[in-house]
T-cell receptor, first 115, second 110 residues
Framework: SAVISQKPSRDICQRGTSLTIQCQVD?????MFWYRQQPGQSLTLIAT?????????ESGFVIDKFPISRPNLTFSTLTVSNMSPEDSSIYLC????????????FGPGTRLTVL | GQSLEQPSEVTAVEGAIVQINCTYQ??????LSWYQQHDGGAPTFLSY????GLEETGRFSSFLSRSDSYGYLLLQELQMKDSASYFC???????????FGTGTKLQVIP
C-alpha cells in the first residue's frame, strides 16, 4: 500500500497567478500521476512524472501550463501556471504501489478555486 | 483511444443489490479495475479483473467479459455508506496509463 499526502488541501487564487501543489508518498515509487477532476466528473490524467526524466503529458496538457518536478522517488510537485477560472478543479496525485493487482493509491486532493 | 462508459446515476434501496455496468473500447486491454469515491474524498481501489469471470470481495463482486468488452460491479446488502461515485478503469498494456470511466453516482435510499 501507499499513503499519500498533498499540500495545500485547498486554495483560492487570483487569475494570472500560479500555485504549486506538493505530493509526498511514504514509499519509493517509480511513477507518479497527476489527475484533474471537475466536480461530478471523472478523473483526467494530466501527466506522468518519472524521477530523473521529463514528465509525460497527455493530450491537451502542456508543460508551460503545468510544469512538474520529480526530484526523488517519494516527492513531486505540480504547478498550475497563469491560472484562469477554468483551472478551478480538484487536483489529485496518485501512485501505483506495485501490488500486482493494478491498484492505484490517491492523495486527498487539492481543491483549487480561481477567481 | 480509450473510452469507458457507465450509467451516470443509479438509485437503490438499502439492503438491496445493485449492478453498475461498464462498457469499454480500448486499443488494447490489460484488465478492469473499480474505484469508489465518496463526495470530497479520494478514489479508493475496490477490485481488479484480469480474467473473465466473477471476483468476490465481501459484499462487492466484479465481473469481466473480454469478448463483450463489458464488466460490472455488483454491490450486495446495500448500506447507506455505499452512496458514492464508482469508476471503472482500464489500461491498454501493463505499463501504460490507466483510463477512468465516466463514473456512476450511486444513491442508496432507506
Amino acid at each position: 500500500s501507499a499513503v499519500i499526502s498533498q499540500k495545500p488541501s485547498r486554495d483560492i487564487c487570483q487569475r494570472g497567478t500560479s500555485l504549486t501543489i506538493q505530493c509526498q508518498v511514504d514509499s519509493q515509487v517509480t511513477m507518479m500521476f497527476w489527475y484533474r477532476q471537475q466536480p461530478g466528473q471523472s478523473l483526467t490524467l494530466i501527466a506522468t512524472a518519472n524521477q530523473g526524466s521529463e514528465a509525460t503529458y497527455e493530450s491537451g496538457f502542456v508543460i508551460d501550463k503545468f510544469p512538474i518536478s520529480r526530484p526523488n522517488l517519494t516527492f513531486s510537485t505540480l504547478t498550475v501556471s497563469n491560472m484562469s477560472p477554468e483551472d478551478s478543479s480538484i487536483y489529485l496525485c496518485s501512485v501505483e504501489a506495485g501490488t500486482g493487482e493494478n491498484e492505484q493509491f490517491f492523495g486527498p486532493g487539492t481543491r483549487l478555486t480561481v477567481l | 483511444g480509450q473510452s469507458l462508459e457507465q450509467p451516470s446515476e443509479v438509485t437503490a434501496v438499502e439492503g438491496a443489490i445493485v449492478q453498475i455496468n461498464c462498457t469499454y473500447q480500448t486499443s488494447g486491454f490489460y484488465g478492469l479495475s473499480w474505484y469508489q469515491q465518496h463526495d470530497g474524498g479520494a478514489p479508493t481501489f475496490l477490485s481488479y479483473n484480469a480474467l473473465d469471470g466473477l471476483e468476490e470481495t465481501g459484499r462487492f463482486s466484479s465481473f469481466l467479459s473480454r469478448s463483450d468488452s463489458y464488466g460490472y460491479l455488483l454491490l450486495q446488502e446495500l448500506q447507506m455508506k455505499d452512496s458514492a461515485s464508482y469508476f471503472c478503469a482500464a489500461r491498454p498494456g501493463g505499463y501504460q496509463k490507466v483510463t477512468f470511466g465516466t463514473g456512476t453516482k450511486l444513491q442508496v435510499i432507506p
